[in-house]
């Protein structure tokens, strides 16, 4: 099976996202990641998934989507031709023995501390999938206390968006 990442822009509705998910369930497909959020185009919102499945089975379930009312267009993204970007909370354990290290570990990974506390950092990364989980690897010695992560964001490089020839309000 191969991974693959859509970018879904739909009409901002409720209960379209568990229309979307219902349709890979049926079909037994997991979804490995998925995010929601708003677009450039007021009442539009951009859903990514990123499943693993083959090629043909995907496109019965692309073919499935599009007959859903509220989706306007679907896009599968080629890693080569787009930018996928992970966001991850970690809150490590930081004493004052171990508290400089983290800083080290965190500034060679060029992420950010955005909370402090006397026992623990919680700190911030984003990139893509190798460089958060090679952080997460990074700071598991000292004990990783809590951890949140948002799922795959994806967007096509270049000038063509997927809301081009979309009616603004």
């Known amino acids: 099976m191969a991974s693959h990442v859509l970018s879904l ?3 901002d509705k409720a209960g379209l996202l568990t229309r979307v998910a219902g349709l890979f369930a049926r079909r037994g497909f997991n979804i490995q990641s998925l995010a929601v959020g ?4 007021p009442g539009l919102s951009r859903i990514t998934v990123v499943v693993d499945v083959e090629a043909f089975p995907l496109e019965q379930v692309t073919k ?8 306007i267009k679907i896009v599968e993204l080629e890693p080569s031709a787009a930018v996928l970007r992970e966001h991850m909370l970690i809150k490590v354990r930081a004493d ?4 400089s290290n983290v800083l080290e570990v965190v500034s060679l990974f060029r992420a950010q501390i955005v909370d402090y506390a006397p026992d623990a950092l919680v700190v911030e990364v984003t990139g893509d999938s190798g460089k958060v989980e090679a952080f997460l ?5 000292f ?3 809590e951890l949140a992560q948002s799922g795959l964001l994806a967007i ?6 997927i809301t081009e020839r979309v009616p603004r309000s």
């Not at 690897?137 to 010695?141: F, S």
């Open 64 to 71: 499935q989507l599009n007959k859903l009312v509220n989706v």
């Open 137 to 141: 690897r990074a700071l598991e010695p």
């Open 96 to 99: 004052n023995q171990t508290r």
């Open 156 to 161: 096509g490089r270049g000038g063509k968006s």
């Open 143 to 145: 004990g990783v206390k």
């Open 9 to 11: 822009l739909v009409e």
């Open 38 to 41: 708003v677009t450039e185009v």
